[in-house]
């Protein structure tokens, strides 16, 4: 039951779709909007429903300037919510124009603590702060090279981008304080996993460390809508025991 609490921390970070080898199209009006999600437990041929989620993406206002914000959010779902916090959320916020180009992102952990990210584009550097009590305040700065980025800002970046099938990019993952090393590959137009929808396949894989506490969780698949939303339609992470899977529930 730990290795599930972690994951839905964890997990709002990573919802929205993934990370670019290329520049990212512009946001339509039409990639607006909230989509909602299914979070269930794949194990021995059985399959357990454990969350619902929602992200959305709009116009907000940070530091004085127009951006996108991206929310996301996890309610656990019926006995659940005995061992895990009943809801998770998370914020970023993205620059407009060239790129969705992370300058915020905030995670609440627990009842006082948190993740957060503050970028700085002109000094190139991104300043991280993890907080999870009783434990000492961890504050990293870390290069800002445009492939170094919080899950929830990469995600979103990656939805927009244009990546050749077959191309592969080094990036790092930024999450409770760390830079993790990770590898982004496009795996190109998937006819299979969702039959009635075009969709292309990303795999993320971290290196080092996984999601997880018990190191599982470090193979994140990613399934991404062709159309001109480009919704991520679903999402699988192997944990150390079974399969965490995300899947499309409604969208507005």
């Given at each position: 039951m730990k290795e599930f609490k972690t994951f839905f921390i964890l997990l709002v970070l990573a919802l929205p779709a993934l990370l670019a080898a290329s520049a990212p199209a512009p946001v339509s009006s039409a990639a607006m909007g909230t989509v909602d999600y299914e979070v269930c437990y794949?194990?021995?041929?059985?399959?357990?429903?454990?969350?619902?989620?929602?992200?959305?993406?709009?116009?907000?206002?940070?530091?004085?300037?127009?951006?996108?914000?991206?929310?996301?959010?996890?309610?656990?779902?019926?006995?659940?919510?005995?061992?895990?916090?009943?809801?998770?959320?998370?914020?970023?916020?993205?620059?407009?124009?060239?790129?969705?180009?992370?300058?915020?992102?905030?995670?609440?952990?627990?009842?006082?603590?948190k993740f957060?990210?503050?970028?700085d584009p002109s000094a190139?550097?991104?300043?991280?702060?993890?907080?999870?009590?009783?434990?000492?305040?961890?504050?990293?700065?870390?290069?800002l090279d445009g492939k170094t980025m919080d899950l929830l800002s990469l995600l979103q970046y990656v939805r927009f981008a244009d990546i050749p099938s077959g191309s592969s990019q080094s990036m790092h993952v930024l999450k409770a304080g760390l830079a993790v090393p990770a590898t982004l590959s496009s795996q190109g137009r998937d006819t299979e996993r969702f039959p009635d929808q075009a969709s292309e396949r990303f795999l993320l894989e971290l290196k080092e460390k996984g999601l997880m506490e018990n190191g599982s969780g470090n193979r994140i698949v990613v399934w991404r809508s062709t159309g001109s939303d480009r919704r991520l339609l679903g999402l699988e992470v192997g944990l150390g025991s079974g399969v965490m899977c995300v899947r499309v529930k409604t969208a507005e």
């Open positions: 794949k194990s021995r041929g059985l399959e357990t429903k454990v969350a619902d989620a929602s992200v959305s993406l709009g116009n907000g206002t940070w530091d004085g300037q127009s951006v996108l914000h991206a929310h996301a959010v996890i309610r656990a779902a019926s006995i659940f919510r005995l061992f895990m916090n009943a809801e998770y959320t998370a914020d970023a916020y993205l620059a407009k124009g060239g790129g969705v180009e992370p300058l915020y992102y905030k995670n609440p952990v627990k009842r006082t603590g957060e990210c503050i970028y190139k550097t991104v300043s991280t702060e993890f907080v999870r009590p009783p434990s000492d305040p961890v504050l990293n700065t870390f290069p």
